[in-house]
Structures are given as C-alpha cells and as structure tokens.
Nanobody
Framework: QVQLVESGGGSVQSGGSLRLSCAAS????????MGWFRQAPGKEREGVAL????????KYLESVKGRFTISRDNAKNTLYLQMNSLKPEDTAWYYCAAKPGVCRVHEFPTNFDYTNWGQGTQITVST
C-alpha cells in the first residue's frame, strides 16, 4: 500500500544540477522522518540527506554539504533533493526512504532501518 516513487534522475555533466522528487502514496509523510540514500557499484550504501517531519532538522553527508538541499512539502506528500554542482563521484542509484517518528540523526549516515523505500533512480554525472 505504501509506495515511494522517485523521479528526476538521469544524466548530467559535471557541474550541472538535478532535482529529485519522491512522491508518496498510501501514507501521509507529515509524521515521517525521510531521507535520501545512494549506492554506487562496488561501494557501500550511504545516507545522503535526511529531514525531520517538520523540516526543523536536516542532515547531510559531508561530501554533499553546500551542494545538495533536502526539502519536503507535506501538503503535496513529496520529498525533494536539489543537487547542484554535481560531481562524477555523485554517480549512483538514489533512493528515497521513510519511517515514522523521529529521525536518528546521531546514526546518520550509516543507519538504514527505514520501513519504506522507493525503487531508486539513477544519477550519472559525466566529466
């Protein structure tokens, strides 16, 4: 019943920008911690960014700070990730995830016990 669907992925040149969206259905995200995660071939999954239910708390992977911005529109039941100044090392599959309640900010970016995950969308950043 719960479904998260990412969109906005694709290929972009280094230095470009993309905006990912995660549309939720079957759940109202207003009471959910939500985050973006990524995984590249041969690499560990890592948390990219998370955001609390009321947007009062955000947290970012160190390597994306200043370049990525996570946001949410609870009225639209949608999570976003604005990605600027993209680098080849950002190339990965990106996943939207959600879980009810508080974000585990102290365990970021290595905690992955989210209850709902999207199917992922591929980001390829070319040199």
């Amino acid at each position: 019943q719960v479904q998260l669907v990412e969109s906005g992925g694709g290929s972009v040149q280094s230095g470009g920008s993309l905006r990912l969206s995660c549309a939720a259905s079957g759940v109202t995200i207003s009471a959910y911690c939500m985050g973006w995660f990524r995984q590249a071939p041969g690499k560990e999954r890592e948390g990219v960014a998370l955001i609390s239910s009321d947007s009062s708390i955000t947290k970012y992977l160190e390597s994306v700070k200043g370049r990525f911005t996570i946001s949410r529109d609870n009225a639209k039941n949608t999570l976003y990730l604005q990605m600027n100044s993209l680098k080849p090392e950002d190339t990965a599959w990106y996943y939207c995830a959600a879980k009810p309640g508080v974000c585990r900010v102290h365990e970021f970016p290595t905690n992955f016990d989210y209850t709902n995950w999207g199917q992922g969308t591929q980001i390829t950043v070319s040199t």
